[in-house]
């Protein structure tokens, strides 16, 4: 079955350390989002990218960084600047035909930093 | 660059009532609107979605939604509610960039 998938689901890191959040898409999307979801807060646009090789902010991406290197995969690095990485984050995935296509989203990774 | 209100964090109601969510969008051009739901530590679920044509939309699992472009609104409804809709609900809005932004989200509580 087509779908979204993110690794691991729960994840635990030591401040100052980086870690990368794995999401593998099989629907055959062009464009790629990551979420980050806070209680009360909704769901926040980190990042986002339309095609291979090409990757555009969203609204909160200072700590964060990404590639996309193959149009299966977009991988979400949280670094060591990210003050408050503690969060629920959420891939998501959509085509290009128009905007008005419905967005897939994976089951999350929960990142505590310990 | 688009946003999207949902003015209601926490609404409460008895099983078999109607529920109404609202959602307030801000987008200069003509908006693509979405509702999805999430179930505690999930991904989102497409309800239903409006892109032109009928402002009316029909979702799945009975909910619908009415596009009021001069209030800039997407309410969603039901009319009578099970105890498997309680949930999270979210709005949100597309842009021809495909920027995809959500509401803060609102939690719907079922009572028996």
């Known amino acids: 079955d087509g779908g979204i998938t993110q690794s691991p689901k729960y994840l635990f890191r030591k401040e100052g350390q980086n870690v990368t959040l794995s999401c593998e898409q099989n629907l055959n999307h062009d464009a790629m989002y990551w979420y980050r979801q806070d209680p009360g807060q909704g769901l926040r646009l980190i990042y986002y990218s339309q095609i291979v090789n090409d990757f555009q902010k969203g609204d909160i991406a200072e700590g964060y960084s990404v590639s996309r290197e193959k149009k299966e995969s977009f991988p979400l690095t949280v670094t060591s600047a990210q003050k408050n990485p503690t969060a629920f984050y959420l891939c998501a995935s959509t085509r290009t035909e128009g905007p008005n296509t419905e967005a897939f989203f994976g089951q999350g990774t929960r990142l505590t930093v310990v | 660059a688009q946003s999207v209100t949902q003015p209601d964090i926490h609404i409460t109601v008895s099983e078999g009532a109607s529920l109404e969510l609202r959602c307030n969008y801000s987008y200069g051009a003509t908006p693509y609107l979405f509702w999805y739901v999430q179930s505690p530590g999930q991904g989102l679920q497409l309800l239903l979605k409006?892109?032109?044509?009928?402002?009316l939309v029909q979702g799945i699992k009975g909910f619908e939604a009415e596009f009021k472009r001069s209030q800039s609104s997407f309410n969603l409804r039901k009319p009578s509610v099970h105890w498997s809709d309680a949930a999270e609900y979210f709005c949100?809005?597309?842009?021809?960039?495909?920027?995809?932004?959500f509401g803060a989200g609102t939690t719907v509580t079922v009572r028996a």
């Open positions: 409006y892109f032109s044509g009928d402002t």
């Open positions: 949100a809005v597309g842009a021809n960039d495909y920027k995809l932004s």
